[in-house]
């Protein structure tokens, strides 16, 4: 059986905190399956509120702008490794980038379901989410030279990754939706993780 390397297990659970960010509990099962486009569609047509939680309770405005900024920081997320992934050099960031990746885009998928499920005012909310990236910082990935793209990936990265984890840290003890509140506390975890894998990194 071959040996897993720390950076593969880390790896492993960030690629299986992405696939249970839909859940509003952890599950035992060893096999990450892809997030839940939309947890909440099974609400009664019609019904009060913008959107229905685990309990039942209307999704609180909070939630939707959680929401609706997360989705424009991981579509951030996704244009920083897109456009440096065919230039990196080392292995382990290759991985690690790619890992990124796959986590983000599920965690959209389950953020966009969510929000399309919440009424119109989420559906705006959606649209505005301007300075979750500075294009600055995407200006340095484009320019930088090859022998230097890794580390300024890795800057990048992990400075964008942070505010993440910030934000969701604490949506955690605001947050009024069982469903966001969970997924709030696996950014945290998994965005944290990936600080200090990109530490490690270099």
């Not at 071959?2 to 880390?10: F, Q």
């Not at 959606?126 to 890795?154: M, N, S």
């Not at 965005?191 to 200090?196: F, L, S, V, W």
Request: net charge negative.
């Amino acid at each position: 059986m071959p040996r897993r390397t720390p950076l593969a297990s880390l790896v492993a659970a960030l690629l299986l905190s992405g696939a249970c960010a839909g859940s509003p509990t952890s599950s035992p099962s060893a096999v990450p399956q892809p997030a839940p486009a939309s947890p909440a569609s099974s609400a009664p047509a019609g019904s009060a509120g913008v959107g229905s939680s685990t309990d039942g309770a209307a999704m609180s405005g909070i939630d939707v702008v959680f929401l609706s900024t997360m989705v424009g920081h991981s579509e951030r997320t996704l244009q920083i490794v897109r456009l440096t992934r065919d230039r990196l050099r080392d292995d382990a960031l290759r991985t690690l980038a790619a890992a990124i990746e796959a986590t983000e885009a599920d965690e959209l998928t389950t953020m966009r379901g969510w929000l399309a499920t919440a009424g119109p005012g989420a559906s705006a909310a959606a649209h505005h989410h301007d300075g979750h990236g500075d294009d600055a910082a995407l200006d340095r990935l484009r320019t930088a030279p090859d022998a230097d793209v890794d580390r300024v990936l890795r800057e990048v990265l992990a400075d964008h990754q942070r505010s993440a984890a910030d934000l969701a840290r604490s949506h955690v003890d605001v947050g009024r939706d069982d469903r966001v509140r969970d997924l709030a506390r696996r950014v945290e975890q998994s965005r944290t993780a990936e600080i200090e894998l990109l530490r490690g990194t270099q």
